[in-house]
């Protein structure tokens, strides 16, 4: 039995690229909501600012879960590594219920409006399926080791 190795394209390249920015934007976004600081808490609206109040403790958690799985499964892309799979799969497993929570549970659609308030959650779960579909047809196509 021979063990051919595909070559991966340079496509793969420009991808694993895109996601891992991709994910570095959503650690910082991460940073920023978590650690916002004093001024610039008191420059958000008032709706705004009764809206961070609306975040329990394991939203940030399952947050911090999706973004630095998300930034892992890119790295493992960049590595080409099979992991990469499993850490995007723990990632959106965790962005939905933070999505869900963030667009139902919150007065998210009340401040911002409904399609301010549902563009970034359905892209976020949208990107999320599509970095698990990329990694396993990365494996299928021998990219990923």
Not at 4 to 28: D, Q, R
Not at 115 to 130: D, H, K, N, R, Y
């Amino acid at each position: 039995m021979t063990n051919l190795k595909t070559k991966t394209p340079f496509w793969y390249w420009i991808l694993a690229v895109f996601f891992l920015l991709w994910n570095i934007m959503g650690a910082i976004s991460f940073y920023v909501h978590t650690f916002i600081s004093e001024e610039s808490f008191a420059g958000l609206s008032e709706a705004e600012r009764e809206l961070y109040g609306d975040y329990p403790f394991w939203i940030t958690l399952v947050f911090a879960v999706a973004v630095f799985f998300g930034l892992l499964g890119s790295v493992g892309l960049i590595l080409k590594r099979k992991w990469a799979k499993l850490a995007f799969i723990i990632s959106i497993c965790a962005i939905v219920p933070q999505m869900i929570h963030n667009v139902f549970f919150t007065n998210t659609i009340a401040v911002y409006g409904i399609e301010q308030a549902i563009t970034m959650p359905i892209m976020l779960v949208a990107i999320g399926f599509i970095l698990i579909i990329f990694s396993n047809y990365s494996i299928k196509k021998n990219w990923l080791k």
